[in-house]
């Protein structure tokens, strides 16, 4: 016993310094998703992140713009009356911009929160993990749709001042747009799931490129094999290997200006392109439920 203390220690003290649990409104599910959808869609642009990260969106936003400006100014000084080239074309032929920008941003968006662990504050309360899921899925979509669409309504924007057919140009780029959701579905679902498992950036990048870009590539020399041995159907059949090989074909069927070395013949063959794509897309995100559910126990 210390001296000055008459009696024994006392076992511990409890403090009431306040605390108390929150009783008013909570949000709803549905708006916390939205602020997240919204907080996704900013970062995958950079916006609401360091100045290094809006680099990369900008440059390739550029690059992407670029050639529509060319194509716009051409036209006015020339005054050729007919487009130079189709909406899903132009998209087509900066595929390679696209791809990088969805294989660089499905990072940001799908591989931080699994690395820190961190997704398991957001799956704790209240959101699921197929909810959550879906939103990073649904702003990485979006932003591909945005890098793809701007271009697109440059180009219009220029061929109705340029005094082009105004039916012809709205037909086409109706024509363009579910091929340009279709196709940002399933980038964004190829290069989240790949993201959601190559946790560090730059193995997810590389994979990310290497499932769009480099097969691609691997089709397309396939399918111009194919038609040079007459072999047409062999050209049909690969073309069924890669999303851009997919819309490609797709975009030949629906007369949106894209031309195809193999394009697919027959309704049944148009069909099953159609079906291939549903599929990609249903099983990405069916994968990337899968992945949040175990990352959230």
């Known amino acids: 016993m210390s001296e000055g203390y008459p009696g024994p220690r006392p076992a511990g003290v409890i403090h009431d310094i306040g605390y108390r649990r929150y009783t008013g409104p909570r949000e709803s599910n549905a708006t916390i998703a939205a602020s997240l959808y919204l907080t996704g869609l900013r970062h995958a642009f950079g916006i609401g992140r360091s100045g290094r990260s809006k680099v990369l969106p900008i440059v390739l936003g550029a690059f992407a713009l670029l050639p529509a400006v060319i194509l716009i100014g051409v036209l006015a000084v020339t005054g050729i009356n007919k487009p130079l080239v189709s909406y899903a074309g132009y998209t087509n032929q900066i595929q390679v911009l696209i791809s990088i920008f969805a294989a660089a941003q499905a990072p940001v968006l799908f591989s931080r929160d699994l690395r820190s662990r961190s997704i398991v504050l957001y799956l704790a309360r209240p959101l699921s993990p197929a909810p959550l899921a879906l939103v990073r899925w649904a702003s990485l979509t979006t932003a591909c749709v945005l890098f793809m ?6 180009l219009l924007a220029g061929g109705l001042i340029a005094d082009l057919d105004v039916s012809h140009e709205l037909s086409q780029f109706v024509r363009s747009l579910p091929l340009t959701l279709l196709l940002a579905t399933m980038l964004a ?13 730059g193995f997810a990048v590389v994979g990310s490129i290497l499932a769009l870009v480099v097969l691609n590539t691997g089709v397309s020399i396939v399918q111009a094999i194919a038609d040079e041995t007459g072999s047409p159907r062999v050209g049909e059949l690969a073309g069924l290997f890669s999303p851009w090989s997919l819309v490609n074909g797709l975009a030949s069927e629906l007369d949106a200006g894209v031309r195809v070395i193999t394009p697919p013949d027959g309704a049944a063959m148009v069909a099953l392109y159609l079906i291939v794509a549903v599929a990609i897309v249903g099983g990405t995100l069916a994968l990337l439920v899968a992945r949040f559910r175990k990352a959230g126990r």
Request: proline share 5%.
């Open 149 to 154: 669409l701007v271009p697109q309504l440059v």
């Open 189 to 201: 679902g190829i290069t989240g799931l790949i993201a959601s498992y190559a946790l560090r950036r």
